[in-house]
């Protein structure tokens, strides 16, 4: 019940095109729902995050659509560039107790240029 | 400021041989984290410690120990390492609150059990 299902495992899109990647939970007791960005050798870091307050955020080029009757969400990357070549996480964190956040398996994003 | 950081950055040990992997952060936070990285498996939570002088256990606690040794500094030690424990090492931090969200990860350790 713990678990955040993510997919695809990898993705290959062109330069310019639109990146998605999909999450889905089981526990309604996550109330935070980040997605990490990490390239090669170095440590993930937040991208972009959302509650389940509200239905989509956007940052740039970077949107979360969250649909919290079907406990999905997911990211999109409009016009994706090579230099988001990189492992993206989804994660959401349990209401209750330390800042513990559940990660998905992790997509390996490449973008052709 | 530094942020997270950790040592080593790699390391082989051989099974049986324990090792101390060292994680620091000078942001002042209350929490930290250490999580291992496997392929396919996303970031799994090994331990956590909310505040100085506590740690609990998350997902995948067996074969490792924690000390939180004061405000600053994590460390994690495997006792007697064995080759299901090869994988990278995350130290990450972050506040506490309801506003204040983000965990820092620190550059990983990459460690090989043979």
């Known amino acids: 019940q713990q678990q955040v299902k993510q997919s695809p495992q990898s993705l290959i899109v062109q330069k310019g095109g639109i990146s998605i990647i999909n999450c889905a939970y089981e526990n309604t007791a996550f109330d935070y729902f980040p997605w990490y960005q990490q390239f090669p050798g170095k440590g993930p870091a937040l991208l972009i995050a959302i509650r389940p307050d509200v239905s989509e955020k956007k940052e740039g080029r970077f949107t979360i659509s969250f649909n919290k009757s079907a406990k999905q969400f997911s990211l999109h990357i409009m016009d994706s560039q090579p230099g988001d070549s990189a492992t993206y996480f989804c994660a959401a964190r349990l209401i209750q107790g330390a800042q513990k956040l559940v990660f998905g398996q992790g997509t390996r994003l490449t973008i052709n240029p | ?114």
């Open chain 2, 1 to 114: 400021n530094a942020g997270v950081t950790q040592t080593p950055k790699f390391q082989v040990l051989k099974t049986g041989q324990s090792m101390t992997l060292q994680c620091a952060q000078d942001m002042n936070h209350n929490s930290m984290y250490w999580y291992r990285q496997d392929p396919g498996m996303g970031l799994r939570l090994i331990y956590y410690s909310a505040s100085e002088g506590t740690t609990d256990k998350g997902e995948v606690p067996n074969g490792y120990n924690v000390s939180r040794l004061n405000k600053r500094e994590f460390s994690l030690r495997l006792e007697s390492a064995a080759p299901s424990q090869t994988s990278v090492y995350f130290c990450a931090s972050s506040e506490d609150g309801p506003i204040t969200d983000t965990q820092y990860f620190g550059p990983g350790t990459r460690l090989t059990v043979l």
